[in-house]
T-cell receptor, first 111, second 116 residues
């Protein structure tokens, strides 16, 4: 059973637009929800993360929205830039434990 | 800090050959993870270690795969014998419990394995 489901698989956004990627999880014991960004030929790198005690976390143009009751969380990229073009992975974990990654979203921001 | 170091960066081998991938985690980190990434299956956790001890190897696909961590600064992932379906990018990641960013995993650059 897939623990974390991510959508969409790919996303095309115009420069300056808002990119939204969604994830849903099954295990209510998860207590850490990171987003990783991966550029071609590189390993994933932590972008932003949230704990379930808050509903939103913002870092620059990147915001995580978290809905505990719906078991969903999403990444919003405001004023999307061509340099944001990458693959984004959501993940979830329980305590200090292994991550369950989503399937990834390939974002293409057109100039 | 140099980050997580993996070698080789690229490996091309023939079916049936033994392949050994190497990883040096960030100094002081106490967790080490091996992942496999493919287009079809995405990012899969193969095995992870805590203080050099394997904790969960449920993601290791079959007995052809084995991983060791003889000390805190070195780990290997071995495939013997290799098969074409093992072709993928293999990532090593490390983390520190109690680090500044809770549970952040730092990934290496990956090893692209091609089995002909």
């Amino acid at each position: 059973q897939q623990q974390v489901k991510q959508s969409p698989q790919s996303l095309i956004v115009q420069k300056g637009g808002i990119s939204i990627i969604n994830c849903a999880y099954e295990n209510t014991a998860f207590d850490y929800f990171p987003w990783y960004q991966q550029f071609p030929g590189k390993g994933p790198a932590l972008l932003i993360a949230i704990r379930p005690d808050v509903s939103e976390k913002k870092e620059g143009r990147f915001t995580i929205s978290f809905n505990k009751s719906a078991k969903q969380f999403s990444l919003h990229i405001m004023d999307s830039q061509p340099g944001d073009s990458a693959t984004y992975f959501c993940a979830a974990s329980k305590g200090f434990n292994k991550f369950y990654f989503g399937s990834g979203t390939k974002l293409n921001v057109k100039p | 800090d140099a980050g997580v170091i993996q070698s080789p960066r690229h490996e091309v081998t023939e079916m049936g050959q033994e392949v050994t991938l190497r990883c040096k985690p960030i100094s002081g980190h106490d967790y080490l993870f091996w992942y496999r990434q493919t287009m079809m299956r995405g990012l899969e956790l193969l095995i992870y270690f805590n203080n050099n001890v394997p904790i969960d190897d449920s993601g290791m696909p079959e007995d052809r795969f084995s991983a060791k961590m003889p000390n805190a600064s070195f780990s290997t992932l071995k495939i013997q014998p290799s098969e074409p379906r093992d072709s993928a990018v293999y990532f090593c990641a490390s983390s520190l419990r109690g680090g500044l960013a809770f549970n952040e995993q730092f990934f290496g650059p990956g090893t692209r394995l091609t089995v002909l």
